[in-house]
């Protein structure tokens, strides 16, 4: 390979003392190496003449056939700073479907930004189902609770977010500005389906232990239909923040609670080696994003 480099510096530059500044060698290396090919190849390459060399018809002749070798190596780092650059590919999310809606939208956006060629598929997903397809290798990141300790999954704390009571604007209670557990008794409550998973444990821990009784004629398992059901009049509820922006601006009244419950939210990936650029800049997005909505749901509640 070094001969053949040595000949195409020559052939390019003109001479061998050029091509010895091109290669960042000496001149003499350049001369044998030069010497070293003409053996191999069988036939001469160069006439000298006096200080100058002159390729021969042959010589002529293998440089257009290393010519096109070498367009081709051109070609192919040529793809691999494009890659390097924008990488191609698809990169697989899954998330909560809250969290898909208020966080990720803006974290994609930003993302095509630098990576225009990449496919970004997003699964809006309970917690159980965004587990499995982490451990399994079927969603390169995971956004969802904070599941220290699960085997074949890297988990990396994202969050923790405090539960929210949502009431329609014109109930009694919204004209308070924090509520306790104890306040909902016997309030129609629009809750989380008992056989929902993590997302909703906090909840079902604070009814019980504050031992009120609240009427449950009506559960769904998604946080966005709980706060759709609250806005139509149905019930009051407790749940999860990131939705509460979007739709207090749609009438509904937004109060913390007292005292407060908590949930943790992390970031998930298949425990299977180093994080992939693509991904860890995606994880520090989504973090970024995720400090940012907080930040704003603790304005909505404060002014609403």
Known sequence: MRQVEAFRAVMMSGGITAAAT????????????????????????????????????????????????????????????????????????????????????????????????????????????????????????????????????????????????????????????RLEIADLAGEEFVGPMHEADALWTGIDTALEESGISVSRRLETQHSQILYAFVEAGLGVTIAEPFSAPRFHRLGVAVRPISPPVYLDFALLEPDIGPTPEIVAWLNADVARETEACLAHVKRVVASS
């Open 22 to 177: 091109m290669l960042n060698i000496s001149q003499p290396s350049v001369s044998r190496l030069i010497a070293d090919m003409e053996r191999a190849v069988g036939f001469r390459l160069f006439d000298r003449r006096g200080a100058r060399v002159h390729p021969t018809a042959q010589a002529q002749a293998l440089y257009e056939a290393v010519r096109r070798s070498y367009a081709g190596l051109d070609l192919l780092d040529q793809a691999a700073r494009r890659i390097r650059a924008h990488p191609v590919g698809t990169v697989r999310i899954a998330a909560l479907a809250a969290i898909a809606m208020a966080i990720l939208p803006a974290v994609i956006a930003r993302f095509r930004i630098l990576y225009p060629d990449i496919k970004i598929i997003v699964e809006s997903l309970g917690q159980r189902a965004i587990e499995e397809r982490v451990f399994l290798g079927q969603a390169d990141l995971g956004v969802g609770v904070d599941m220290q300790g699960r085997e074949g999954i890297r988990s990396t704390p994202l969050a923790r977010a405090e539960y929210v009571c949502i009431l329609p604007a014109n109930h009694p209670l919204a004209a308070r500005e």
